[in-house]
């Protein structure tokens, strides 16, 4: 089955313990990127990547790090996480074919900083 | 700036009536135009998607979409609607120009609720 996995799903952790929010597709796409959702806020952007070795920041890349050392995986870096970045986050990925392929979404991964 | 507008946080429809779900941008240029679904504790799942050409786009779940370029609206309808259509609805336009990015905008969301 086609889908895009994140690790853990739940996550209550403490301020400045580094965490990684894995995530895995099984589809070979070429894009990923990491959203979160917070409430009045939607969907932002955090990062996203073209390809293996290619990143890029989104809209709101402080505070977070990641790397795409294999096509299928794409880990979110939490180095230092804050209370601010308590959140809902979304791995996605689509194929690198071009801007009209949707975007495939795991179930999400809620972190609670405290 | 680029955005997309949801005017209706909750939608409450009847079992059995039509739904629609109301969608305006505002994006230069002809931008791709995405609905996705969320429901309860899951990601984002895609519905339908307008790229050019037919105005009416047809989807999952026997959703459809129709496309208006002059009002730049693309309004998410079903002729008759199920309990398990209750979930999050997003209306999601490409951003543009995008270079590499696959980057889409989005909105808050409308809340659709539909009542046995």
């Known amino acids: 089955e086609a889908q895009v996995t994140q690790n853990p799903r739940y996550l209550i952790t403490v301020t400045g313990k580094k965490l990684t929010v894995t995530c895995s597709q099984n589809m070979n796409h070429e894009y990923m990127s990491w959203y979160r959702q917070d409430p009045g806020l939607g969907l932002r952007q955090i990062y996203y990547?073209?390809?293996?070795?290619?990143?890029d920041k989104g809209d709101v890349p402080e505070g977070y790090k990641v790397s795409r050392k294999e096509k299928r995986n794409f880990p979110l870096i939490l180095e230092s996480p804050s209370p601010n970045q308590t959140s809902l986050y979304f791995c996605?990925?689509?194929?690198?074919?071009?801007?009209?392929?949707?975007?495939?979404f795991g179930d999400g991964t809620r972190l609670s900083i405290l | 700036a680029q955005s997309v507008a949801q005017p209706e946080d909750q939608v409450n429809v009847a079992e059995g009536n039509p739904l629609t779900v109301k969608c305006t941008y505002s994006v230069s240029g002809n931008p791709y135009l995405f609905w996705y679904v969320q429901y309860p504790n899951r990601g984002l799942q895609f519905l339908l998607k307008?790229?050019?050409?037919d105005n009416l786009v047809k989807g999952s779940y026997g959703f459809e979409a129709e496309f208006n370029k002059s009002q730049t609206s693309f309004h998410l309808k079903k002729p008759s609607a199920l309990v398990s259509d209750s979930a999050l609805y997003f209306c999601?336009?490409?951003?543009?120009?995008?270079?590499?990015?696959?980057?889409?905008?989005w909105g808050l969301g409308t809340s659709l609720a539909v009542n046995p």
């Open positions: 990547s073209m390809n293996v070795e290619v990143t």
């Open positions: 999601a336009p490409n951003e543009l120009p995008g270079g590499n990015n696959r980057k889409l905008i």
């Open positions: 307008y790229i050019t050409g």
């Open positions: 996605a990925s689509s194929t690198g074919q071009g801007r009209n392929q949707p975007q495939h």
